[in-house]
Each structure stands twice: as C-alpha cells, then as structure tokens.
C-alpha cells in the first residue's frame, strides 16, 4: 500500500512538472513572438523615419509656418543670391594680376611710347587696366591731368564694383524683421483663439506659437545666408580697390619717369 501511494506521489509530481514545463514553455514562446513582432514594427517604422531626410524636413516646416511670410522671406533669399552670385562673377573677372600688367605697361612705355602702353591697357579687362588707360591718355597733357583722370575714373570703377550690393545688405535686414513680424502676428492669432475659446488650453496656442517660430528661424537662416555672401563681396571689392590705389601711384611714377 505504501508502494503504491508512493508510485502515485511520484507520477503526479512528475505529472505537475511536466504541465509546468508546458505552460513555461508556451509563455517564453509567446514572448519571444510578442517581442520578434514589436522588433520588426519598429525596424519598419525607422526606414520610414530615416527617410524623412533634410529637404523633406525643410519643406515640411516651411509649408507649417504659412505660405504669406515665408513666401516672402524666401523671395527674399532668391534676390539676394541672384545679386550675390551676378556680383562674384562680375568681380572675379574684374580682377587683374596687377603686377603682370604694370611691368607690361612699363615695358611698353619703354620701347613703343605712350600709345603701345594704351594698346597693352586696351587688351586688357578689369578696372585697372581702365584707371591706367584713362592716366595713359592724359599723359601728353601733364602729370596732374593724368592724376587727376585716374582719381575721377577710380571713383566711376568703383561705383560700378559696389553696384547693387545695397540690395543685399537690404534683404539681409528684410528677412529677420519679417521673421520677427511673423512671430508677432502668430503670438496675436494664438491670444485671439485664447480669447474666443474663453480657456487656455495648450492645443489652442501651440499652432500659433509654431507658426511663429518657424517664420523667426527662417527669417534668421536667409539673413545668414545672405550675410556670408556680403561680407565675401565687400572683402573682394576692397582688394580690387587696393590694387587699384596702387596701381594708380604705380602709373604716376612711370609716367614721371617717362616725361624725363
């Protein structure tokens, strides 16, 4: 008798232990699913994240702060690179290895006169060769002619160098103020449904206030933009300016040497 309880304990615990082991087993198994699944959910959904790259994150937010005041800061930002980009090219083509051409204008005045210096002047572009043949022209007159020429024409080159860079330096300040204005009017639009909805909940302001940060970014990235170009035109006109200047004293020496 005691044989047999003791077979039937035996047989029920390893009865138990094996429906134990079952349902162990089955949970691990549905946990290992539930996690595999969530897995590849989210190996899914990162692509899809990822592939919101910079351009489409730009575009999405530009068209979230309103096509009024963006359109136009972004206008902004259109003009202001056309004139930037007119005035880099008309400037690198302005500029002249000065050296190159004084001792070409030397050598001239030295074998052929006056007139082989105006044909070396005339062969060659940029705002330096102009000064040194407007100075080459006066030449026979006397010296304080020729200065006096390659002063009034230096004035005429410049103003041309510094043509229309005033538009850039106007859109530079046109854009963050128009960013600014367009924050102003989206904190107005945001307290008006505060206003009219007689409550202050989060969901009514947050779009406002949204729309008027975007526009304040925007404004602050075109005038960035736009400030980089300027101040590499205004660095490139000085230097032309410079080598204009000391050409100019340059030409008067020759022109001193030459009369003796």
């Known amino acids: 008798m005691k044989r047999l309880f003791s077979i039937l304990a035996i047989a029920g615990t390893m009865a138990f232990g094996t429906v134990n082991a079952n349902a162990f087993t089955t949970t691990t198994t549905a946990a290992t699913t539930t996690v595999a699944t969530v897995t590849k959910e989210e190996e899914a959904a990162a692509p899809a994240e990822e592939d919101l790259g910079f351009h489409q ?6 068209i ?40 070409n204008v030397e050598d001239a005045l030295a074998s052929g006169g006056i007139e082989a210096a105006k044909e070396v002047c005339r062969n060659t ?25 390659v002063v009034a024409y230096g004035g005429v080159q410049m103003g041309q160098l510094e043509k229309n ?8 300040a046109l854009a963050p103020m ?29 779009g406002g206030i949204k729309v008027a940060l975007l526009t304040t970014v925007f404004g602050l990235i075109v005038a960035i933009i736009l400030q980089i170009f300027y101040n590499y035109i205004i660095a490139k006109i000085d230097s032309i300016v410079n080598d204009m200047e000391d050409a100019s004293i340059t030409l008067m020496d020759m022109l001193v040497k030459h009369k003796k």
């Open 178 to 206: 128009l960013g600014f204005m367009g924050t102003v009017i989206g904190m107005i639009q945001a307290f008006d449904k505060i206003e009219a909805a007689g409550d202050m909940q989060p969901s009514l302001v947050a």
């Open 125 to 149: 572009k940029g705002p330096v060769a102009s000064i040194f043949y407007q100075g080459l022209d006066r030449a026979d007159e006397d010296i304080d002619a020729a200065e006096k020429a």
């Open 57 to 62: 994150e730009l575009k999405k937010r530009f």
């Open 165 to 172: 860079v005033s538009w850039i330096s106007l859109f530079i």
């Open 64 to 103: 979230e702060g309103g096509p009024g005041f963006m359109g136009i800061v972004l206008l902004c930002l259109i003009l202001g690179l056309a004139i930037a980009i007119e005035r880099i090219i008309f400037l690198n083509l302005s500029t002249t290895n000065t050296k190159k051409l004084t001792q």
